[in-house]
């Protein structure tokens, strides 16, 4: 079915465009037209944009545009219809010479794909250059005495066209004493020659006048003329003959000043001075030939005068008078033929027309970068030029037309490893010996964004001193992107999340420029011990890329807690213990403790403890322990004795500066009479610690303790106590109270696990280990068993009264 209408018409013309292209893309890319030359301005060449296949409203938007290689502007193209026209004057000889072919070579560019074609236009000859001889006039000088049939050379016209235009005929003056002789066409080296009809006669005619008119085969037909004057000589009726009409020499270009080309020979039948020759160019030579050969006036030797080059001049065409010393002198002519013969001695030229600055590194394989031109003045196998490249770069030339080239990426491209290529194109042509011309052409990588920013390690560590000042400056990261301007452009940010209850962001900053990260505001190493957290790096390319980089931020303890006297006193003063004391007891019996906690962790917690020096610095009857807080006498005590005994306890943790508390113990004497003796192994308060163990999870770790069988039976029985009640559920776990035998002579020290919270927010809570007395006191040494296992006895009952706090 045909369809009809406007519809009809659009798919006419669609398939046609589809024939077309597919044509073209057969057809190895290549149009030609032609063109007559001298054509108006605006005269229709070809539909270019149509005969490419390319729509009339992608011209512009696709910068169609035609690059002519050392033709200035003498074809456009109409943007608006797409028609290919006569911009400027066109001249086939000036473009050509006397070359039987004649084109103009385009190349059409569209951008958008990047394409290329290559379109040639012949230029057509027409008439419009008429015969020109050598000279407008020329004299003969004949004597009468010549012999019927004698010849007398002229030298023809020339036209500079071409074909029938340049093919010309001639016709002399109608007279009765000579005709003209004209050499057909395969013998047209010869020239024109007058010829003797009948004899002359200086008394009737001493001067003749002819006129030789030349007219070419162009329609129409244009014609050039040269008047001969011909003066009647008298006597000398004898002129010099060659030996040989036309001499054919074949000469090398750029042969040597005096290289002698040929020793000419002409004869005279005459005697004496009508007999001695002289040889000389005729009279009408060009300046051109006289700045390349010279004569020998007397042997007639013929050499080199100047340069000789093949491509300006490939035939030379000398004519050769030999005349005599008659009077009047009689001239004899030859014809020689030099052929000059071409020598490698014109390198290739390269022409490289970059079509793009940079290309990107993404770019794919096949993209055209530059365009390359490739003559050689030369011919034959000297003018056969071949054109390679720069070995392992990812470019390879590919042919397009005849000497035409175009540079194309050939594999992958990664700006980071060659931000730039420096290439160079060779052009060799087929002489022997070879000549070759280089090119270098410089082809930029521009960066596409393929690489993220990376950090040097995916995480850091970092120390940093609690009670820090808000905003202070903890850490620097920094991430590299291999990439370059925007691309590697890197900003920073904070991976939010929270932790805990707050958000991240909360407790730090990092700079989006520097990388810097801050704390904003203290950290509390009794709150938070460890914050971790990522920092994301990300480029400004489109679309960015990122990576992250984990941040382990350990909050380092600062002595900033004194040591808590448990329980508090009134307004979280000094604690007042007050104790009734026998006086009947022995040396070390134990009357009262002083119980104290530091939040600090290590060395910050660790206290000790010391008894103030009374008022007049009389001796006490009591000591203290240094790292178990327990008062115990010294002696036995007697009336002496004050009745009322103050005691202040000084209470000092390890950290640099250490910090204290005191405790006030009131001792009150008794005769022992008044109350029960206590005993150095119990407390009276040990009942109320066992019940408060219901409540807490008890682990022993043991060490080698030199004690009892009793006393690991005791051990042994508080191991078995565990928490009845499951702990209470919260986002830092339950308070553990641990007992530590610290040393190999059995101290015992108290430890709590007191809730943490990390930065993480992942995972358990973390718990701390706070010791209270992490080694032996120094009072007690290897030799004092005794005293060793009722060390450990008290801190075990220390442990028990403790752990309801």
């Known amino acids: 079915m045909l369809a009809t209408g406007s519809g009809g018409r659009r798919a006419r013309r669609l398939l046609l465009s589809l024939l077309l292209l597919a044509a073209w893309e057969t057809g190895s890319n290549h149009v030609r037209y032609s063109v007559s030359e001298e054509a108006k301005h605006g005269t229709f060449v070809g539909r270019i944009a149509q005969d490419l296949g390319l729509e009339l409203a992608e011209l512009v938007p696709r910068l169609f545009r035609v690059a002519s290689k050392g033709r200035g502007d003498l074809l456009e193209v109409n943007l608006q219809n797409g028609i290919l026209f006569v911009n400027s004057r066109i001249d086939r000889e000036e473009l050509c010479g006397r070359s039987a ?190 700045a390349c050969f010279r004569i020998d006036s007397n042997s007639g030797e013929i050499r080199v005068n100047g340069k000789i080059d093949f491509e300006e001049t490939k035939l030379w065409k000398l004519q050769i008078e030999a005349v005599d010393k008659g009077n009047p002198p009689m001239f004899g002519h030859c014809t020689v033929l030099i052929e000059v013969l071409d020598i490698n001695d014109n390198a290739p030229e390269l022409l490289v027309t970059s079509l793009l600055l940079s290309i990107p590194e993404d770019a794919p394989l096949g993209t055209v970068i530059t365009l390359i031109r490739v003559t050689d003045r030369d011919v034959g196998s000297n003018a056969q030029v071949t054109c390679s490249l720069t070995p392992h770069v990812p470019f390879k030339l590919v042919s397009t037309f005849k000497n035409y080239y175009s540079l194309v990426l050939d594999s992958s491209l990664d700006r980071e490893k060659v931000s730039e290529y420096a290439l160079t194109l060779i052009a060799k042509d087929g002489g022997s010996p070879s000549l070759s011309t280089t090119a270098s052409v410089s082809v930029e990588v521009a960066d596409v964004n393929d690489n993220a920013p990376a950090f040097s390690q995916p995480e850091y560590t970092v120390f940093l001193k609690e009670n820090n000042p808000p905003g202070c400056h903890i850490f620097t990261v920094s991430a590299r992107d291999a990439d370059a301007q925007e691309n590697a452009l890197v900003s920073y940010s904070l991976v939010e999340r929270r932790v805990g209850e707050r ?191 219901v409540d807490v999870n008890v682990y022993l770790i043991i060490a080698i303790c030199a004690v009892s069988s009793l006393f690991v039976l005791t051990l042994l029985l508080y191991t078995a106590l565990r928490c009845s009640a499951p702990p209470s559920e919260g986002t830092c776990g339950p308070v553990k109270p641990r007992l530590v035998c610290s040393s190999a002579v059995g101290s015992w020290s108290y430890s709590q696990e007191r809730r943490q919270r990390v930065c993480s927010g992942e995972g358990p809570p973390k718990t701390d280990l706070i010791a209270f007395s992490p080694s032996v006191p120094p009072g007690l040494n290897s030799g004092d068993i005794g005293d060793q296992q009722e060390f450990c006895e008290n801190q075990l009952v220390k442990y028990i009264q403790l752990s309801k706090f």
Do not use: M
Not at 172 to 181: I, K
Not at 532 to 554: E, H, I, W, Y
């Open 503 to 693: 958000a991240l962001s909360s407790y730090v900053s990092v700079h989006a420029e520097s990388g810097k990260v801050y704390a904003l505001q203290p950290l509390d190493h009794e709150e938070l011990e460890l914050l971790q957290f990522q920092v994301s790096a990300r480029d400004a390319g489109v679309p960015p890329l990122g990576s992250n980089v984990t941040l382990q931020v350990f909050v380092l303890d600062e002595n900033d807690n004194a040591p808590a006297l448990l329980p508090p006193g009134p307004g979280g003063g000094p604690s007042a213990v007050s104790q009734v004391v026998s006086r009947s007891v022995d040396a070390g019996h134990v009357v009262a403790k002083v119980r104290a906690v530091d939040a600090d962790s290590g060395y910050n917690a660790w206290l000790s403890y010391e008894l103030q020096l009374a008022a007049g610095g009389a001796r006490s009857p009591f000591r203290v322990g240094l790292y178990t807080g327990e008062i115990s006498t010294t002696r036995a005590l007697d009336e002496a004795d004050a009745l009322r005994q103050r005691l202040l306890v000084l209470v000092k943790d390890h950290g640099e500066p250490a910090l204290t508390a005191t405790a006030t113990v009131l001792l009150s004497l008794e005769d022992s009479g008044q109350a029960p003796k206590a005993s150095s192994r119990a407390l009276s308060g040990a009942a109320g610690a066992e019940t408060a163990l």
């Open 101 to 290: 072919e004649c084109s103009i070579h385009l190349e059409v560019i569209v951008d958008r794909p990047l394409q290329v074609f290559h379109v040639e236009v012949e230029v057509k000859d027409i008439n419009d250059n008429p015969p020109v001889f050598p000279a407008t006039h020329r004299n003969l000088f004949i004597s009468e005495a010549r012999a019927l049939e004698s010849h007398f050379s002229l030298e023809g016209a020339s036209d500079a066209d071409i074909g029938e235009n340049a093919l010309l005929t001639y016709r002399l003056t109608p007279n009765e004493y000579f005709s003209l002789e004209v050499p057909s066409n395969d013998e047209q080296v010869k020239p024109l020659e007058l010829v003797l009809k009948k004899r002359l006669d200086r008394e009737v005619a001493s001067e003749l006048l002819l006129v030789l008119k030349a007219t070419d085969g162009g329609k129409p037909e244009l014609t050039g003329s040269v008047k001969i004057n011909i003066t009647v000589l008298d006597a000398n009726d004898n002129a010099p003959v060659f030996d040989k009409a036309v001499h054919r020499i074949k000469l090398l270009e750029n042969a040597r000043n005096g290289t002698l080309i040929i020793r000419l020979n002409a004869s005279d039948l005459d005697e004496g001075s009508n007999g001695h020759i002289i040889y000389s160019f005729a009279t009408d030579v060009s300046s051109n030939t006289e």
